[in-house]
C-alpha cells in the first residue's frame, strides 16, 4: 500500500531553518505531483507546496513563497521542503501528500497523506 512517512520537524527559533522529507512507497513516484500541507492547531489544513512529476513547475502559498523550497528526488522516492528564515507563524503539523487530480491548491485534490511532522518556531 501507499506510504508517506515525513520526518524533519523540530523546535527552532524564528529565522533559523528546516528541511522536512516525505519518503515515498507503493506507488511509482516519479509520476505523481506531491504537496506540502500544513494544520495550525484549531485551524484548517492549508496548501504549502507542490511540485510536478519531474520537477519541470513549482508552486508556492503567498505566506511561504521566497522563503520555502519543494524539491524532490525521484531516485529515492524522497519529497523536500526546505524552509528558510522560519517565524512563529510557521508553527504546525506538515503533511506530504500525493495528488490524485484536480488543483494542486486544494486538499481534496490529494489521495494520499502522511502522518505528518511537528514543526515549532518560537520567537
Known amino acids: 500500500q501507499v506510504q508517506l512517512v515525513e520526518s524533519g520537524g523540530g523546535l527552532v527559533q524564528a529565522g533559523d531553518s528546516l528541511r522536512l522529507s516525505c519518503a515515498a512507497s507503493?506507488?511509482?513516484?516519479?509520476?505523481?505531483?506531491m504537496g506540502w500541507f500544513r494544520q495550525a492547531s484549531g485551524k484548517e489544513r492549508e496548501f504549502v507546496a507542490a511540485?510536478?512529476?519531474?520537477?519541470?513547475?513549482?508552486y508556492y502559498a503567498d505566506s511561504v513563497k521566497g522563503r520555502f523550497t519543494i524539491s524532490r528526488d525521484n531516485t529515492k522516492n524522497t519529497l523536500y521542503l526546505q524552509m528558510n528564515s522560519l517565524k512563529p507563524e510557521d508553527t504546525a503539523v506538515y503533511h506530504c501528500?500525493?495528488?490524485?487530480?484536480?488543483?494542486?491548491?486544494?486538499?481534496?485534490?490529494?489521495?494520499?497523506w502522511g502522518q505528518g511532522t511537528q514543526v515549532t518556531v518560537s520567537s
Open positions: 507503493g506507488l511509482t513516484f516519479s509520476n505523481v505531483i
Open positions: 511540485i510536478t512529476s519531474r520537477s519541470a513547475m513549482s
Open positions: 501528500a500525493a495528488h490524485r487530480g484536480g488543483s494542486f491548491y486544494f486538499r481534496n485534490s490529494y489521495n494520499y
